[in-house]
């Protein structure tokens, strides 16, 4: 966002309340319509210079059969493939770019604390940095902040929760050279697992009920090893790794979104607005697709100073179909799939039905399209004019 409004030639702060980007709890997936962006603003040549994976076919073992997932050969896009790569490179790489146009400034450890507000209108933030506390006036605020948005409850935004009925467990094991690329799904015995290929480590989602942390722990690290050697036997031989539960990251899943993304001088964007699940990985490439759109309606406005109640609403009726449909998609198979894997009393089977999308290949383009370029795809249109 911070980006593409400071291309526009408008004075952008970005504050980031951590000293660098090396948080570990986003996931690695970047869709066909970011890359479509990173195209449109002339940096994709440079982006794949960077480490990373393509994948053009999603699979899935599901109870020791390996099923076809997705397949984005298919996609009508001219990326037809998904690049795995750390977020942390990501938005290095982002941030690296945007420091080339002279109205970007990026303020690391630097936490929004607070809201300016004057008469019911967003002036500007309240913060905490390196100097201490200070104030920042600003003519739009743009909150960015996650799906814990700080910002968004300060404004008093009503959030409608869809709710979650899973979690994850998040943690690492070595990868070694005889093990299989990008093995994304592991689907056994009423366990659940993806698997990240990070070059020398895979970066491990084991998806556990929502609350169910307490009674993994009760049932022991041995117990829970010995699970994910059965769920994944290739990584038998190193699950004795994981030394306690220590090792083991809880993450919590939330699925919800405002009723309203705005309130006068300010603008939720992204899982502020719109917290999603890790299902399909779309999260991030949404959260851009908000920003491209964001960009879009408000640039010319904002160049010449404040934006309209209007204008913002406009962003949210552009952005409130695409969140609706991919939340929906998510909850759906959050509950007929994921919600089924985990409940041991009717445990998932490679049934005919499964076999048949298996086996015939034009059937895969359908998911790979809803989560690879999802619905009303953004390009940029926003001005270059730094
Ligand atoms: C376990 C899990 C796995 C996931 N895996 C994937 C995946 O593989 N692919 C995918 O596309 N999506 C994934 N998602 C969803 C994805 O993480 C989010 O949808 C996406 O990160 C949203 O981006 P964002 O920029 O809105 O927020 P975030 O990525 O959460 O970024 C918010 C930023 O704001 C900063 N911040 C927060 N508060 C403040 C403050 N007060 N002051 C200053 N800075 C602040 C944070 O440090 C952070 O850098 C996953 C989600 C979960 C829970």
């Known amino acids: 966002m911070g980006a593409l409004l400071a291309r526009a030639g408008i004075d952008t702060v970005v ?12 996931g690695d997936t970047v869709h066909p319509s970011t890359l479509e962006v990173l195209e449109e603003l002339g940096w994709l040549d440079d982006f794949l210079k960077m480490p990373h994976q393509e994948v053009s076919r999603l699979r899935v073992h599901m109870q020791g059969t390996e099923l076809a997932l997705a ?9 037809k493939f998904v690049v795995f790569m750390p977020q942390w490179d990501f938005l290095d790489f982002v941030a690296e770019r945007a420091r080339a146009y002279p ?51 300060h404004a008093g935004l009503l959030v409608e929760d869809i709710g ?12 070694r050279e005889s093990d299989p690329r990008q093995a994304l799904g592991w689907l056994a015995n009423g366990k659940f697992l993806a698997l990240l290929d990070r070059g020398d480590y895979w970066q491990i989602a084991y998806i556990i009920a929502k609350g169910g942390m307490n009674t993994v722990q009760a049932r022991g690290i041995e117990t829970f090893r010995r699970d994910l050697a059965e769920t994944v036997p290739f990584l038998s031989d190193r ?13 919590i899943v939330r699925v919800d979104r405002l009723k309203r ?23 991030i490439n949404l959260a851009i697709q908000d920003a491209v759109a964001t960009a879009n309606l408000l640039a010319e406005s904002l160049r010449s100073g404040a934006v309209t109640t209007a204008q913002l609403e406009a962003v949210q009726r552009r952005r409130m179909l695409p969140t609706r449909v991919t939340q929906a998609l998510q909850v759906f ?3 007929r799939v994921i919600e089924r894997a985990l409940d041991g009393r009717a445990p998932l089977r490679v049934g005919p039905a499964l076999r048949f999308y298996d086996r015939t290949a034009w059937l895969h383009r359908f998911p790979a399209q809803l989560v690879g370029v999802g619905i009303r795809p953004e390009h940029v249109h926003s001005a270059n004019a730094p």
């Open 15 to 26: 504050l980031e309340k951590h000293a660098d980007f090396l948080r570990d709890f986003r």
């Open 71 to 79: 397949d984005f050969d298919q996609v009508r896009t001219s990326k």
């Open 103 to 153: 109205h970007f400034d990026l303020r690391m450890r630097t936490a929004v604390v607070g809201l300016v507000e004057e008469r019911g209108m967003v002036r500007g933030v309240r913060v905490v940095g390196p100097e201490g506390e200070s104030e920042i006036g600003a003519d739009l605020v743009i909150a960015a902040d996650g799906r814990n948005s700080l910002v968004r409850d």
């Open 164 to 175: 979650a009925p899973i979690d994850v467990l998040w943690f690492r094991l070595p990868r």
């Open 239 to 251: 699950v004795e790794e994981l030394r306690s539960f220590d090792d083991v990251k809880l993450l």
């Open 261 to 283: 993304w705005f309130k006068p001088g300010l603008l939720c964007i992204g899982d502020a607005a719109h917290a999603m699940s890790p299902v399909g990985g779309v999260g």
């Open 333 to 335: 198979v959050q509950k």
